[in-house]
Each structure stands twice: as C-alpha cells, then as structure tokens.
C-alpha cells in the first residue's frame, strides 16, 4: 500500500523516489514486523491469559513439560499479523509471487488456528485429525503450485536448479506442481514437527527466511544473477520484502518465547512459517537449498518417520523418543542446551546455502 502510494507520490517530489529500492522496502518491513510484534505481544499475551488460552501437554511425552501446562498457545498469530501487515505495506501489491505466498502463508495459518482451537476447546492436545488437517494442506498446496505453474512466464520459473552445479537447469514440465505440493505441505509440516521447545523452531525459521530473502534478491536481480552465474528470475525479488518481515515478526515472537517460553506459537504459526519457507524457496527456485538450509527440520521429520516405520516393522524404537528433540530430552540435556545447539546447527547449514551461490 505504502509502496503504491509512494509511486503517485513521486510526481509531486522525486524523493519519494527512494521507496522503490528493495533494499529499502525491506530494512522497513523488518522493522515494521519487529514494532508490530513487540508492541503487540504483550497485549496477546494477556488476553490468551485472560481467556485461559493455554496450552495442552500430552501425557506420554517428556515429564519436564508438565510445566509448561498452561502457558498461552496460539501465539503464531502475532507472528502472521506482522507479516502479512507488513508486507501489504511495503511490498509492490501488483506481483503475483507476493498474493501466492501471502495465501499459502494466511491458509495454513487457518488450519493451524482450527487445530489449536480444537485443543483449547476440546482439551485434546491431538487437535484436527490428521485426515482433515492433510486435506486442506493438499488443497492450498495444489493451488498455489498450479497458480505458479500456469501464471509461470519464463521456462526457469518452472525448471529445477541444482546447487553447486553450474548451468544444470531439468526441465520438470508437469513434475513441478508435484515437487511444488511436497515442498511446501513437507516443510509446513517439518517446522510443526520441531516446535517442541522454548524458541527451537522460530530461530531456524528466521534464519532459513532470511537466506532465502538473499537467494530472492539476487536471483531477482540481472546484473547480480549474471556476475553469480545463477539463473535470473524476473519478478522474485519482492520476496525479499516478505522474507524481511518474516525475521521481523520472528524475531520480535522470540523475545516472548525464548526459554522459559511466556508464549507458544502453536501450529497456527508453525504450520504458516513452515508452507512460507516451501512457497518462497520454490519460487525462488531454490527447493534443493531449503532443503540443506532446513537441515534440522528435516532431521526432525526423519526421525519421526524412521521412528514409526521401525517400530511397526520391528516393534522396537530407535529413538527414545520422536522427534529428535525430545531423544536428546530424555537422554538428560537440558532443554537450552539442546535449543542453543540445534541453532548452531543451522546457521551453519545456512551458510552451506548461501555458499551455494558462489561454488558453482
């Protein structure tokens, strides 16, 4: 909004000129997101506390979060409201890429809400069913990759690039709504799967954000794409924008859900944050890097996998217990231990990805 109003401003004085540089745009929509989440979250917090909004323990998970019965859930919503907030200001409203992530963001938010009111209400810490919940992320999945596939305008928006590899584009024809719905349904899933502890999956999430934020802005811009040798995409680098108020609004919900937690995001924002990072890293054409720089969520997601195949085919678990965060819980680490050594973890698989951008 802000961005179109500052076009029809510039022929009254050419500073506000000044608007239509990225780099700008997004520096506001970062700050714009932390503001929203800070002066907001308070007032959230209390409200949830007021309406016993709390969250729901399941009884055969660790014994330490016993303690956590209660503590305000559903705190993700903050985190949506500065971002789509943020990005209807600063963002150029005319790009498609910015309606596509901005559903996908908002439609898993609505399934994350659903869930974590059927928890609340019900008492259930299971929520939606898994039938129902993988339904509507079928559908908003599906959407999003056919209005990418048939919106699509140039042949690499629709071709897969593979990291560390110069000039090896596969065409996917048809393939690409399919690896389009598992990117994002996957990764909206992986980020539910790791926030299990106090601030364990936003850092991640902020970081992998931020990356695909630089991935977006020189893969949207010709001249840099050309010195990088990456293929250029017009028209992505307002995703930089969307990606700036991510870590905005990330960062702001981690200064309320940092150990000890004084807020849950609950799948309204886990399941949001998770289908973002898949949306942008797809249209950014960089499916391959998300999945290097989202190491920890996959990991997550593995060991879940391998712990309910093993134990159906076997009978016996591998893990003490799944997700791999509560194995390292139940093996005796203290919780910011292990929150503190996943974060490490990925801001050095971060960096692996953006070293991809260079090692060609």
């Known amino acids: 909004m802000l961005f179109s109003l500052s076009e029809y401003l510039t022929q009254f004085h050419s500073g506000f000129n000044v608007f239509q540089y990225l780099t700008l745009r997004t520096i506001l929509g970062v700050l714009t997101a932390l503001i929203i989440s800070l002066i907001v979250g308070p007032v959230m917090i209390r409200y949830l506390n007021s309406y016993k909004i709390g969250q729901s323990v399941r009884s055969d998970g660790p014994e330490s979060h016993l303690s956590k019965e209660g503590t305000p859930t559903m705190g993700g919503a903050l985190i949506l409201v500065a971002i789509v907030t943020s990005t209807l200001m600063w963002a150029d409203l005319s ?34 069913s898994a039938r129902l919940k993988i339904f509507w992320q079928s559908l908003i999945g599906l959407i999003a990759a056919l209005a990418l596939y048939h919106t699509a305008q140039f042949p690499i928006e629709t071709q897969l690039i593979v990291p560390f ?50 991935f977006a802005y020189l893969t949207g811009n ?52 998770g289908a973002a990072l898949g949306t942008v890293a797809v249209i950014v054409r ?22 309910v195949s093993s134990f159906k085919l076997t009978g016996k678990r591998v893990f003490r217990m799944a997700p791999l965060h509560h194995h390292y819980e139940l093996k005796g680490w203290p919780e910011p231990r292990i929150i503190v050594r996943f974060w490490i973890i990925t801001l050095v698989l971060v960096l692996v990805g953006l070293a991809s951008l260079k090692i060609r």
Do not use: H
């Open 95 to 128: 790009s498609r890429f910015v309606w596509v992530v901005l559903f996908v963001t908002i439609g898993f938010g609505a399934i994350g809400w659903v869930d974590d009111y059927r928890k609340i209400v019900f008492g259930n810490s299971r929520g939606l």
């Open 222 to 273: 010709f001249n840099f794409s050309n010195y990088l040798g990456i293929p250029y995409v017009p028209g992505v680098g307002e995703m930089v924008v969307f990606c700036g108020a991510l870590v905005g609004a990330g960062l702001g919900f981690l200064w309320f859900n940092t150990y000890p937690a004084q807020v849950f995001m609950g799948d309204v924002g886990a399941l949001a944050l």
């Open 286 to 307: 960089q499916e391959l890097v998300l999945f290097i720089m989202g190491g920890i969520f996959v990991a997550e997601t593995l060991s879940v996998m391998v712990q």
């Open 165 to 214: 590899i110069k000039n090896i584009l596969i065409d996917l024809g048809w393939f690409y709504v399919v690896l389009t719905y598992f990117v994002i349904v996957g990764s909206s899933n992986a980020v539910n799967l790791t926030d299990g502890l106090d601030g364990l999956a936003i850092l991640p999430t902020v970081l992998v954000g931020g990356a695909l934020g630089v």
